[in-house]
């Protein structure tokens, strides 16, 4: 079953604005990861943040962790066009091996 | 980075045959991969852990003689839909994981098999 739930289901956004997602998660975790999809592509994995790290940086990207809300959030600034896709978190969970996704949201960045 | 492998792209195919999925680490062993299930617009539902050597452990829910996996290689996994109906028309997914990031969990995709049962 899934365990990620994820807002908003779908972002609308001007190209060179912040885009926000929110994901959160029911149990202890060993790490979240964030991944990407294209509409109808496989998955392309951008960041994963461990439950002892609060903050993430890579490029446009920010992630951060709050495991006592159970919850993280993607930032991806200065949103280009090319951004358009939709972004899965996925967690592991403590002493889990499966990886299990979020519901998932939709981002659209318009030029 | 890992390169996971992932045939065909889409199959149409007529309800009641079987269709077969392979799912590949081109530059990676892969001890373990995954498959998932994906709707429109909706998350990926894992339905099975592939083991090398091993049998599949399926989730709940996922029907084994109708979703048959095997992985007879450590770069190779097949998912067979077995007489397939219009309701299994999805999206399927495999992904592994390099041996070295066994403990961070990142995995890998590959680009995923569109099946429409007609």
């Known amino acids: 079953s899934q365990q990620g739930e994820e807002d908003p289901q779908a972002l609308s956004i001007q190209e060179g604005e912040n885009a926000t997602m929110n994901c959160s998660y029911k149990?202890?975790?060993?790490?979240l990861q964030w991944y990407r999809q294209n509409s109808g592509r496989g998955l392309v994995h951008l960041i994963l943040?461990?439950?002892?790290?609060r903050e993430k940086h890579s490029g446009r990207l920010r992630v951060t962790l709050d495991t006592s809300k159970k919850s993280s959030s993607l930032l991806i600034t200065a949103s280009r066009a090319a951004d358009t896709a939709s972004y899965f978190c996925a967690t592991v969970n403590t002493g889990g091996f499966k990886t299990i996704f979020g519901a998932g949201t939709r981002l659209f960045v318009k030029a | 980075g890992a390169v996971v492998s992932q045939h065909p792209s889409w199959v149409i195919c007529k309800s009641g045959t079987s269709v077969k999925i392979e799912c590949r680490s081109l530059?990676?062993?892969?001890?373990?991969m995954f498959w998932y299930r994906q709707f429109p617009k909706q998350s990926l539902m894992l339905m099975a852990t592939s083991n090398e050597g091993s049998k599949a452990t399926y989730e709940q829910g996922v029907e084994k003689d109708k979703f048959l996996i095997n992985h007879a290689s450590l770069t190779l996994s097949t998912l067979t839909v077995t007489s397939a109906h219009p309701e299994d028309s999805s999206f399927y997914i495999c992904?592994?994981?390099?041996?070295?990031?066994?403990?961070?969990?990142?995995?890998?995709f590959g680009e995923g098999s569109r099946l429409t049962v007609l």
């Open positions: 943040i461990r439950s002892n790290e």
């Open positions: 992904s592994a994981r390099v041996r070295t990031s066994r403990n961070t969990g990142e995995l890998f």
């Open positions: 530059d990676f062993q892969a001890t373990t």
């Open positions: 149990t202890s975790i060993n790490n």
